[in-house]
């Protein structure tokens, strides 16, 4: 399993980014799929995650009614919509996977950088 993000950059407070987590590798219809981020001195936390199969998503508080994920399967891949960006999601963020069976995450990305300027 291979996990390319992409869509990182710096964007002023108030804007909008889009990531990108193309998958490749397997057939994805039995995985999990999130995005985790981490800051710097602070341990990667988790932000958002679909099933590959079916609608159910889920977030974290600190990022719900902001952040929007989705998936093209077509193309295999995960997006990860940001809106009104703050200053406190920057961060490298990280694509990962999972088999629906498995409790952790065993497949990452090498991460994209997002900085939010005040």
């Known amino acids: 399993v291979q996990l390319v993000e992409s869509g990182g950059g710096l964007v002023q407070a108030g804007g909008s980014l889009r990531l990108s987590c193309k998958a490749s590798?397997?057939?994805?219809?039995?995985?999990?799929m999130a995005w985790f981020r981490q800051a710097p001195g602070i341990e990667r936390e988790f932000v958002a995650t679909?099933?590959?199969?079916?609608?159910?998503?889920y977030y974290s508080d600190t990022v719900k009614g902001r952040f929007t994920i989705s998936r093209d399967k077509a193309k295999n891949t995960v997006f990860l919509h940001m809106n009104s960006l703050e200053p406190e999601d920057t961060g490298v963020y990280y694509c990962?996977?999972?088999?629906?069976?498995?409790?952790?995450?065993?497949?990452w990305g090498q991460g994209t950088q997002v900085t939010v300027s005040s």
């Open positions: 990962a996977a999972k088999r629906n069976s498995d409790a952790l995450y065993n497949y």
């Open positions: 679909l099933w590959w199969s079916g609608d159910s998503t």
């Open positions: 590798g397997r057939s994805f219809s039995n995985y999990q």
